[in-house]
């Protein structure tokens, strides 16, 4: 079983920072790739941010140089900070795991970013 714990989400005024964390129930090193996922009202799920075992990073074009994704294999957490928060970065944003090539979810957090 894979359980997958997010907390940090909340209102933001653009140009703030916030910080996403996610626990796993798993040591994270386990995993194929871990990542944070977000999804507007009306719209499909997309990728933010992933990173893989070794430590390499992947971004959407929209979130690179404003978002960075970590982890912390000792708490086998997961990380992300965002700073320069715009309207657009509305969404409820998702904690994933891959084992085994099956995703996990969490339950996710909304982050709202408004004036």
């Known amino acids: 079983q894979v359980q997958l714990v997010e907390s940090g989400g909340g209102l933001v005024q653009p140009g703030g920072s916030l910080r996403l964390s996610c626990a796993a129930s798993?040591?994270?090193?386990?995993?194929?790739?871990l990542g944070w996922y977000r999804q507007a009202p009306g719209k499909s799920r997309e990728l933010v941010a992933t990173?893989?075992?070794?430590?390499?990073?992947n971004y959407a074009d929209s979130v690179k140089g404003r978002f960075t994704i970590s982890r912390d294999n000792a708490e086998n957490a997961v990380y992300l900070q965002m700073y320069s928060l715009k309207p657009e970065d509305t969404a409820v944003y998702y904690c994933?795991?891959?084992?085994?090539?099956?995703?996990?979810w969490g339950q996710g957090t909304q982050v709202t970013v408004s004036s």
């Open positions: 994933n795991a891959n084992l085994n090539n099956l995703d996990y």
């Open positions: 798993r040591i994270i090193f386990r995993f194929l790739s």
């Open positions: 990173i893989n075992r070794i430590g390499t990073t």
